[in-house]
């Protein structure tokens, strides 16, 4: 089962560089996340979207931008790297939005930024 | 609003020894609660959940957590500690009235199990 796949596991950016994480998922589930770790701080939503098309800001969204043409893909894009973006990113999906669902995550995305 | 507060960012338990990892919450409606679990490298994995059925849940792994309104609490405890429990444990909070955008993370605790 593959369930949610992130690629690449590890990438260094220099400072400036855009860059794109990509995020599959092969459950059908409309809805997909991105969330980013930092040390000490637990996770926080970047981007999440509620269906193909469809894509809404979370609780970080400056510095990223997000799209959903496909129900599987949901690549999240850096443009203009910045250190302060160094962290680990998770893509996730969930069946639904209804509070209580699970919510399945990817193995994480480690960015640095020089 | 809605936060949650894990006491203890590192927690160290000998093996075969109790496991209580304890997450307090906020939120001014009844909330949905949770324990996440992430090895090392590995993204976060269900442990368990409370949606307002039972306050005791059960979960994978021998662990099993208690809503407490009185307290706010959601204590994860596990009897008995194995060496695999090794790994960062999250607990998460969201409102009933909102959808999983609203998820909170709480910022962690490290479960270190001695030999």
């Known amino acids: 089962n593959a369930g949610v796949t992130q690629t690449p596991k590890f990438r260094i950016l220099k400072i400036g560089q855009s860059m794109t994480l990509q995020c599959a998922q092969d459950m059908n589930h409309n809805y997909m996340y991105w969330y980013r770790q930092d040390p000490g701080m637990g996770l926080k939503l970047i981007y999440y979207s509620v269906g193909a098309g469809i894509t809404d800001k979370g609780e970080v969204p400056n510095g990223y931008n997000v799209s959903r043409s496909t129900t599987e893909d949901f690549p999240l894009r850096l443009e203009l790297a910045a250190p302060s973006q160094t962290s680990v990113y998770f893509c996730?999906?969930?069946?639904?939005?209804?509070?209580?669902?699970?919510?399945?995550f990817g193995e994480g995305s480690w960015l640095t930024v020089v | 609003a809605q936060s949650v507060t894990q006491l203890g960012s590192h927690v160290s338990v000998s093996e075969g020894a109790l496991v209580l990892l304890r997450c307090n919450y906020s939120?001014?409606?009844?909330?949905?609660l949770f324990w996440y679990v992430q090895y090392p490298n590995q993204g976060l994995q269900l442990l368990l959940k409370y949606t307002s059925a039972a306050t005791l849940v059960k979960g994978i792994n021998g662990f099993e957590a208690e809503f407490k309104k009185s307290e706010t609490s959601f204590h994860l405890t596990k009897p008995s500690a194995h060496m695999s429990d090794a790994a960062e444990y999250f607990c998460a909070v969201s409102r009933r009235s909102f959808g999983n955008e609203k998820l909170t993370f709480g910022t962690g605790t490290r479960l270190t199990i001695i030999p």
């Open positions: 996730a999906s969930s069946e639904s939005l209804l509070q209580g669902d699970t919510i399945y």
């Open positions: 939120s001014s409606v009844p909330p949905y």
